[in-house]
C-alpha cells in the first residue's frame, strides 16, 4: 500500500512515525521482505561526511557609516569575490589565504564563523559618489551577519572513483596520497549509507528536499554541476560512476561546526568537509527495494590517476563491501584501501537526523520538481585563436 | 637489560648535562639523545632511549623527578588529537606499518607500540590533527 509525503509527516506529527537508517533498514528487509518492510518503515536516513570541495558561503555584512562599496575582500586573509554588490560576497571553501597558503582557507573561514569565532574583514575600494569610504579594516562575527548561509554547487556526490597510482612516483591528490607502484587505493563514500546511491533515480530526491545540512536543517536548491544522469548503471539503477550531485542551501546560523570543517589535502589544496543527511520517504515497494541496497551491491572504479589526462583507465570495478575490507586483489597483487570520508561521523548524522524526525522536529518536503535524467556532461574544448 | 623511550620536560636551571653525567655514573645508564628542544627562555624538551637493568632505569627516573625534571614514558613521538580527528582514514594510506587503523565500527585507532615515527601521516591528515609532540 502506497503513502503520501503528507500521511508519513502526519505520523511524524503524532510522533509515530517508524524511522530508520540506511544501514539499519538492510536487515528489516531481510527478516520481513520488501511489502512488509515497506508498511513498517515510514523514513529511512541516509547520510554522509566527506571533503566537497564545491562549497562556499554567500555572506551580506551590513552597511558602515560612511558606506563602502567593497572590491577587494578577505577575510582573516583569504579573498572573497568582491563583483557581487556593495557588501555582499561569496566566500569559495577553496580559496587558500594570503599567508597561510592551502593550511588555512575559505573552508577554515567559514568552519570559525560557524564556531562563533571573530573574523578579520578587510576592505578596499575606488570610491564612488553613493560609496565614499575607501578602506575598512574591522572583526566580524556570524551574529553580525544579515545572511549568511552556505550555498554548496556541487555536494553529495551520487558514486565516485576509487584512486590508485602506477607510476613510479608519490602523487599529492585531492583523493589523498598515493603511494607509487599500485602501494594504496583510497576511495570515498558512505556507500550504502550515502544519499544518492539510496535512491539512485531521484524518485524521492528534487528541488527543495529538506535536508539535515552542517547540522541545521536546509534544501536541495538545485541540481548540482556536473549532474550526469546518463551514466552507466546496473540492471537495477544504481550508477556505476559519478553520477548525481546536488546544489544544497542552507542557514550558518543554524549550523554546527562540528559538521563543517576545513580540510587539508597536501600539495593540492584547501577543501571543506560537509555533513549531510537525506531522509527517504517510503512512499511505495520500489523505494524501500532501492533503499535496501547493501555494499556488496554497489561498484566503481579504480582509477589510475597516474595518468595526466581527463579520461584515466580504469584497473578493476570492484564492489563498496572489497573496498570496505581492508584490502582489494588486483592482477595477483593485495592492495591496502583507505577510506577518505568519516563512515563515523556520517552514522552520526544519519542518527542525529533520525532522531530529530522522531521527536517532531524535522518534517519531509516533497520536491517540488524533479531533476531530469539522462543528463550527460560536457568537457571543455580548447580552441585555437586569440580573436573570434 | 631493557631499553625505554622517555620524554623529559626541565625547566631552564635544570641543564640536560650534569644530569646525564649522574645517570651514566650512579644508575649504569646508557642512553641516546634522540631529539632536544630548548625553548630560549621557558623550557626544554629532551627524547631519551635509555638502556640498562630496569631496576636501576626505574631509580634514575626517580633521580629526575627528584629534580624538577618532568619525565613521561612513550612509544612514539606522533600524536593524534581527538578534538580533531574526525575518523576519515586519510591518515591510514600512508601508514606502511599498520600503526594507524581503523576499528571495526570505523573509529582512527593509532598503535604507537608499532609506529616508526616516519611523520608521514602529519602531512596525509587533512584536518592537521596529527602531531610530532617533539
Ligand atoms: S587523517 Fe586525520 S582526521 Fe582523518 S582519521 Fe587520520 S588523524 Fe583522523
Ligand atoms: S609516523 Fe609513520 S609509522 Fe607512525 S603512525 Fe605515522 S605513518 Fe604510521
Not at chain 2, 623527578?65 to 574526525?86: P, T
Amino acid at each position: 500500500m502506497a503513502k503520501t509525503y503528507q500521511e508519513i509527516n502526519e505520523k511524524i506529527a503524532r510522533g509515530e512515525a517508524v524511522v530508520v537508517t540506511a544501514e539499519e533498514v538492510i536487515d528489516i528487509v531481510k527478516e520481513r521482505g520488501v511489502k512488509e518492510a515497506a508498511e513498517y518503515v515510514d523514513v529511512v536516513t541516509t547520510a554522509t561526511f566527506g571533503p566537497m570541495c564545491s562549497s562556499g558561503a554567500f555572506l551580506n555584512f551590513g552597511h558602515s557609516d560612511p558606506p563602502i562599496r567593497m572590491g577587494e575582500i578577505t577575510m582573516n586573509g583569504v579573498e572573497a569575490y568582491g563583483g557581487l554588490a556593495a557588501v555582499d560576497t561569496y566566500l569559495g571553501a577553496t580559496q587558500p589565504s594570503q599567508d597561510k597558503g592551502i593550511e588555512y582557507g575559505g573552508a577554515h573561514v567559514i568552519h570559525d564563523l560557524i564556531a562563533g569565532k571573530e573574523v578579520h574583514l578587510v576592505a578596499k575600494s575606488q570610491g564612488t559618489d553613493c560609496y565614499p569610504r575607501k578602506e575598512l579594516d574591522t572583526w566580524v562575527k556570524l551574529e553580525d551577519l544579515n545572511e549568511a548561509y552556505l550555498f554548496n554547487p556541487r555536494n553529495v556526490y551520487q558514486n565516485y572513483n576509487a584512486a590508485i597510482n602506477a607510476s613510479s612516483h608519490r602523487m599529492y591528490t585531492y583523493m589523498g596520497i598515493l603511494q607509487p607502484n599500485m602501494g594504496n587505493i583510497t576511495y570515498s563514500t558512505s556507500g550504502e549509507l550515502s544519499p544518492l546511491l539510496n535512491d539512485p533515480l531521484l524518485k524521492t530526491i528534487g528541488m527543495g528536499t529538506r535536508i539535515f545540512f552542517g547540522g541545521a536543517q536546509g534544501h536541495v536548491s538545485w541540481m548540482g554541476t556536473q549532474f550526469n544522469t546518463a551514466c552507466p548503471r546496473d540492471d537495477k539503477g544504481y550508477p556505476q560512476t559519478p553520477g548525481a550531485t546536488l546544489a544544497l542551501i542552507g542557514n550558518m546560523k543554524e549550523m554546527n561546526p562540528k559538521y563543517i570543517r576545513g580540510a587539508v589535502y597536501e600539495g593540492y589544496g584547501t577543501s571543506m568537509f560537509v555533513g549531510v543527511g537525506i531522509p527517504i520517504p517510503i512512499l511505495n515497494e520500489e523505494i524501500m527495494a532501492f533503499v535496501s541496497v547493501e555494499n556488496k551491491d554497489l561498484y566503481t572504479n579504480v582509477i589510475d590517476y597516474s595518468v595526466p589526462k581527463k579520461a584515466k583507465p580504469s584497473l578493476k570495478k570492484v564492489s563498496y563491501a572489497e573496498l570496505r575490507s581492508g584490502s582489494v586483489d588486483i592482477n595477483g597483487k593485495i592492495i591496502k584501501t583507505s577510506p577518505l570520508s568519516s563512515l563515523k561521523m556520517a552514522r552520526e548524522i544519519a542518527e542525529e537526523l533520525t532522531n530529530w524526525i522522531k521527536k517532531g522536529e524535522f518534517f519531509l518536503q516533497e520536491p517540488i520538481q524533479s531533476f531530469p535524467m539522462g543528463n550527460a556532461i560536457k568537457g571543455l574544448e580548447i580552441k585555437e585563436g586569440e580573436s573570434r | 637489560m631493557m631499553t625505554k623511550k622517555i620524554l623529559l620536560s626541565f625547566p631552564q636551571k635544570a641543564t640536560g648535562q650534569p644530569m646525564a653525567m649522574e645517570l651514566i655514573k650512579t644508575y649504569h645508564l646508557d642512553f641516546n639523545i634522540l631529539k632536544a628542544y630548548i625553548d630560549d627562555n621557558v623550557k626544554g624538551t629532551l627524547l631519551l632511549e635509555i638502556k640498562g637493568e630496569e631496576a636501576d632505569i626505574e631509580a634514575g627516573i626517580v633521580f629526575l623527578r627528584q629534580n624538577q625534571i618532568g619525565v613521561k614514558d612513550i612509544q612514539s613521538i606522533v600524536e593524534v588529537d581527538e578534538k580533531k580527528c574526525v575518523s576519515c582514514g586519510a591518515c591510514t594510506a600512508v601508514c606502511a606499518v599498520g600503526a594507524l587503523e581503523m576499528t571495526d565500527d570505523w573509529s582512527l585507532v593509532h598503535h604507537d607500540d608499532k609506529c616508526l615515527e616516519c611523520l608521514l601521516c602529519v602531512k596525509a591528515c587533512p584536518m592537521r590533527a596529527i602531531h610530532a609532540i617533539i
